[in-house]
Nanobody, 126 residues
Framework: QAQLVESGGGLVQAGTSLTLECLDS???????MGWFRQAPGKEREFVAS????????YYADSVKGRLLISRDNVKNTMYLQMNSLKPEDTAVYYC????????????????????WGQGTQVTVSS
């Protein structure tokens, strides 16, 4: 079973940067991974995803050009570098992972993943 733990959230001012980390400490092999977020009163939404090698990434239109997803498979860690943060980025950020090596991007973006972390709060003040 995979166990995902997010860290790096906090309270920051608009325009600054923050990097989230997601440690996969489980025994199961995981493949594609992604970041999602849920703002108060809103549904969870897809933020970014990355395949096993790190060579293929996808981003929500709202974060393109500001957020960068990456992973270090030696450290079993995925990252989300968040730049030029905006108040509308305020949310609980979740990482997720798939145990299916053939999970397609549509399923990933829909949140149909196998393992989820508990989330880390990011609050951006104006």
């Amino acid at each position: 079973q995979a166990q995902l733990v997010e860290s790096g959230g906090g309270l920051v001012q608009a325009g600054t940067s923050l990097t989230l980390e997601c440690l996969d400490s489980g025994r199961d092999m995981t493949y594609a991974m992604g970041w999602f977020r849920q703002a108060p009163g809103k549904e969870r939404e897809f933020v970014a995803s990355i395949n096993l090698s790190g060579g293929s990434t996808y981003y929500a239109d709202s974060v393109k050009g500001r957020l960068l997803i990456s992973r270090d498979n030696v450290k079993n860690t995925m990252y989300l570098q968040m730049n030029s943060l905006k108040p509308e980025d305020t949310a609980v950020y979740y990482c997720a992972a798939s145990r299916d090596p053939f999970k397609n991007i549509f399923d990933i973006q829909a949140g149909r993943l196998d393992y989820w972390g508990q989330g880390t709060q990011v609050t951006v003040s104006s």
